[in-house]
């Protein structure tokens, strides 16, 4: 048992050492590189500044994502809502209630699903206003 384990192994490795030197001997080894523009995924990109937020601090921005007019980005565990014009339309959620891990836009309901650290949130967007907020 034990022998056929090593006369295997060696086997195996012979093979595998042949496959390996050929390619190295060829130099086929392919490099892993990106081709394209960012045409070819996005009609425009768009800069948004951001204006003042009432005291609340935005470092680093994620997760941004547009629903209608509206822009919605995570920051220290908050979902924060701007204006396409990044004017600032207030906190969505509170991070000493819920901190954002991610969130979802579901527009044919016009809902946030906000998925916490520990909680999943659901919040119905009315025009203009977030209104409701079931866990």
Not at 41 to 53: G, Q
Not at 85 to 102: N, S, Y
């Amino acid at each position: 048992m034990k022998r056929t384990f090593y006369f295997l192994l060696f086997a195996m490795t012979l093979v595998g050492g042949t496959f390996f030197y050929e390619a190295f001997l060829s130099n086929n080894f392919s490099t892993y590189s990106i081709k394209g523009a960012l045409s070819d995924i996005a009609d425009e990109v768009v800069a948004v500044p951001l204006k003042h937020t009432q005291g609340y601090k935005i470092k680093n921005a994620r997760h941004v994502r547009q629903l209608g007019n509206s822009l919605f980005l995570v920051s220290n565990d908050a979902l924060y809502r701007f204006s396409i014009e990044g004017e600032f339309l207030g906190r969505v959620t509170d991070p000493d209630v819920i901190k954002v891990g991610g969130y979802i836009i579901d527009s044919s309901f016009r809902q946030l699903i906000v998925l916490g650290i520990k909680t999943i949130s659901i919040i119905i967007l009315s025009t203009g206003n977030c209104s409701k907020q079931r866990s």
